[in-house]
């Protein structure tokens, strides 16, 4: 039997290699008289706000489409007005005059649509900076609060005489805060036009309810529904002061749905769980009170939505119309209408 | 007896809809509490007539009715005297309402149309206001009541910046002379006090505020009573206690301490028993610009004066239990006032700069979960804003005139949004004009952001 081995000692024959892929900087020092900017950390959340928006499509081809077919149309038209001038050929002529004023016409809608366009675009960057300015940081507003209140008053279609604007003069002074104005365009300005267009809202979708509930056929409904939102959009935003052409009612009839599309997910479970539970009683009455609401619902959400779209001013927290409110009104118009139909 | 039982539980009912408000209207002694309740009992007269309330929305919405005073609930106490402010601010030329040199209360009732009618209860409603009007002066003895001589001295002594320890020389120089186990007689102890109390005064004149005890600037009805003849005594430590505390009684530490019990318990405690203990909102009303004009050691002697002081107040969140048995403050506003000795564009500024002045105590209401907004607002508008053309551009200027009826048009400069250098003191410093009331007409008070302020420390009870 061997005796136990001694304990042994190891020597490090080189030294441990420095883990020389770390390489750390050393101190730096600057002349404190050097010029320097204030730090900035990498701000994600504009990109992520780029990844959601919708990208922009600028139509270039349908422009140069459209604007080529003008400018043909006119020296076709032109060129041959000339020969038939020439040529004594009055009915060739007549022709060629008439497709001038077609052509003209044309020019005309297209121009109305893009300055309409223009005017949304508008709309929704006075509504952007008075969003900025106005609500985010109360004293830091960059813009004159009253400069922008005017600029709001031009973009709304109100004359310097309204009787609106003139009892926001009266109440707004010279030391009031961007919040504060805010408030008092909120009262005097945006109230009023707040009132009518929930009105309008609840008329519709009363309506909308009552017909698709009576109605025989589901084609006509379908289109019926669709031409009175259309009309109910183009009078929320008259009443914010939008004047809609085809090219932009399309454009908010599409923001308005991306809108409905992307609320937020609370809203919309409670929303939807409320309408849910009111359509399953309204088809207690019948199956087609039940579609009737369903339909009157949808008008009634367009509707609150296209207010909130089309609205210079964002709604405060509490003063935002609810569903909940619209729910009820539309309710009672069915039942109205069931209570007539078992009388009769 | 029986009509005091009524009235409790009167009081208590109301309470208990909450129907009642006690607003605290704190300020040092010039902060513009007199003008701020003059103003405000003179808005809510005026209410729906002429008076300019728009940023508060029941006024907007023409809820509000108007208001009424009656008769308060402690008979004892006299009456805020509204008739007189108004009769100076009447006079040609008008003159601002006296100092406060005691205490009065004030009860409004408001009546106010509901949003949406209360089914049998009818669509209008009472709210009722109660308001004290008082001394800045003796604000400052709250503070008092966290301390015990020996540590009153020391804290007393140690906020002493170079300044002030000017006025105090003579009485330092006085009480050199004395040994805390010395007995002294009566007559060298007044002859101390009377120099403390000179101390105080010129200190108060200089323009500082954070000075104790406040009965020594205003006694009231205990002038020449020995239980305002002491005063803090330099030189202790927490390290002497117990040598300091096995003086005989006779001693001058011991005398003093006595007194100071005495006024603790028979001057501080009964008056912020009965006045402060009970309220559910409060303002606090700053003179930014009076501080700003007094210098760079004034002006942090403020702001340990408010920080103090704000410590006497219960502050959190409000229940049924608590509204009816210990009324806490649930809501606060502070207030830098005479903002209008400035141009608009400058109010920004004066309120974060207020903000700053105010740091510490806002941090602990922010703890207690109490919501605070500060407001830059003038309780009677003495100045008219316009434009001048200066060097080719156009500037905000103030028109209206001086304490001497001198009349004035003047840009007053700007405000810090932070407090600048000492240095900036002895540079150039800061020069905001005083400006007399407007001339009287029998409309509203002319105001800046008193509706504001009203909104944001009653608007929910308005609804």
């Known amino acids: 039997m061997s005796d136990p081995r001694p304990g042994q000692r190891f020597t490090f024959d080189e030294p441990p290699t420095p883990a020389d892929d770390v390489s750390l900087n050393g101190a730096q020092v600057y002349a ?125 279609g109100l004359s310097r005489d309204h009787p609106h604007w003139q009892s926001f003069l009266r109440a707004h002074q010279a030391h009031h805060t961007a919040h504060e104005t805010r408030e008092l365009i909120a009262h005097h300005i945006l109230a009023p036009r707040d009132r009518a267009a929930r009105r309008l809202v609840t008329r519709m979708s009363g309506e909308t309810a009552v017909m698709v509930a009576v109605s025989p056929l589901t084609l006509v409904d379908m289109s019926l529904m669709a031409w009175r939102n259309i009309a109910m959009l183009d009078r ?80 405060e927290p509490g003063e935002q119309p609810r569903l909940a409110d619209l729910r009820r009104e539309v309710w009672q118009q069915l039942r109205r209408l069931d209570d007539t139909a078992e009388k009769g | 007896m029986r009509r005091q039982l009524t009235h409790e539980f009167q009081n208590l009912i109301d309470r208990s809809r909450d129907r009642q408000l006690r607003l605290a209207v704190t300020g040092l002694s010039r902060a513009g509490k007199t003008a701020f309740l003059t103003s405000l009992v003179n808005q809510l007269r005026h209410a729906g007539i002429d008076a300019r309330l728009d940023l508060l929305k029941s006024a907007r919405e023409e809820r509000l009715l108007g208001a009424q005073r009656v008769s308060q609930p402690d008979l004892g106490v006299p009456r805020f005297p509204y008739d007189e402010a108004m009769t100076s ?110 101390s105080l005064r010129q200190a108060r004149e200089a323009g500082f505020s954070h000075l104790q005890p406040g009965r020594f ?106 509204r009816l048995f210990s009324p806490r403050i649930d809501r606060l506003a502070i207030a830098a006032t005479k903002a209008d000795h400035v141009t608009p564009d400058q109010h920004a500024n004066l309120v974060t700069l207020l903000e700053s002045l105010l740091a510490e105590p806002i941090k602990d209401l922010r703890y207690a979960d109490v919501p605070v907004r500060a407001f830059s607002l003038a309780s009677i508008q003495a100045t008219e804003t316009r434009e001048v053309e200066s060097d080719g551009r156009r500037q905000p200027a103030l028109r209206g005139h001086g304490l001497d009826g001198e009349p004035l048009l003047v840009y007053p400069g700007d405000v810090p949004t932070r407090l600048p250098e000492p240095e900036f003191w002895q540079r150039q410093g800061f020069a905001f004009t005083a400006f007399r009331p407007p001339p009287f007409t029998p409309a509203a008070l002319p105001h800046i952001r008193m509706d504001a302020a009203l909104e944001w420390l009653m608007g929910d009870k308005l609804r």
Do not use: C
Request: no cysteine; charged share 25%; net charge neutral.
């Open chain 1, 32 to 156: 404190p008289t050097q010029a320097s900017d204030p730090y900035s950390a990498d701000d994600d959340s504009p990109a992520l706000d780029a990844a959601i928006e919708p990208p922009r499509k600028r139509r270039w081809g349908l422009l140069a489409i459209f604007g080529g077919t003008l400018a043909l149309g006119t020296i076709e038209a032109a060129q041959s007005l000339y020969t038939s001038a020439l040529g004594g050929d009055w009915l060739s002529g007549a022709w060629s005059m008439l497709g001038l004023l077609a052509v003209g016409l044309a020019a005309k809608a297209l121009a109305g649509e893009v300055w309409r366009l223009r005017q949304l675009r508008r709309h929704a960057r006075l509504r952007q900076q008075l969003d900025d300015e106005w609500i985010d940081d109360t004293d830091n507003a960059r813009t004159d609060p009253a400069t922008l209140a005017d600029e709001l008053r031009s973009q709304m």
């Open chain 1, 236 to 315: 929320i935003a008259a009443l914010y002061g939008l004047q809609l052409g085809y090219a932009s009612r399309l454009k908010l009839f599409r923001e308005v749905l991306r809108n409905m599309a992307f609320a937020g997910a609370s809203e919309m479970v409670t929303d939807a769980g409320m309408d849910l539970l009111s359509m399953n009683l309204a088809a207690k009455l019948s199956s087609r009170a039940g579609q009737g609401l369903g339909a009157g619902l949808l008008t009634a959400r367009l509707g609150l939505r296209a207010m909130r779209t089309t609205r210079p001013i964002a709604f």
């Open chain 2, 89 to 198: 601010l009447k006079s040609t030329p008008p003159h601002w309402p006296e100092p406060t040199r005691g205490i009065s209360e004030l009860r409004l009732q408001l009546r106010y149309k509901t949003r949406r009618a209360r089914g049998l209860l009818g669509d209008t409603a009472t709210l009722t206001l109660d308001l004290i009007d008082y001394p800045g002066e003796w604000l400052l003895d709250l503070p008092l009541l966290e301390h015990d001589f020996l540590s009153w001295s020391q804290a007393q002594l140690e906020s002493m910046g170079p300044e002030r320890q000017r006025y105090a020389r003579t009485w330092q120089d006085a009480v050199a002379t004395h040994t805390a186990d010395e007995t002294v007689d009566e007559s060298r102890l007044a002859e101390l006090a009377e120099h403390y109390a000179a």
């Open chain 2, 217 to 322: 600037l205003l006694p009231g009805d205990l002038q020449g009573a020995p239980v305002l003849q002491f005063f803090p005594l330099p030189g202790v430590t927490e390290k002497d206690r117990q040598t300091l505390e096995a003086l005989p009684a006779s001693s001058l530490y011991q005398t003093l301490k006595k007194r100071f019990r005495f006024y603790q318990q028979h001057v501080v405690k009964p008056f912020y028993r009965e006045h402060f203990r009970r309220f559910d909102r409060q303002i606090v009303l700053v003179d930014v610009l009076g501080a700003l004009n007094a210098g760079s050691e004034r002006f942090e002697d403020l702001s340990r004066a408010l920080m103090t002081l704000m410590r006497s107040f219960d502050y959190g969140k409000r229940s049924l239990l608590n």
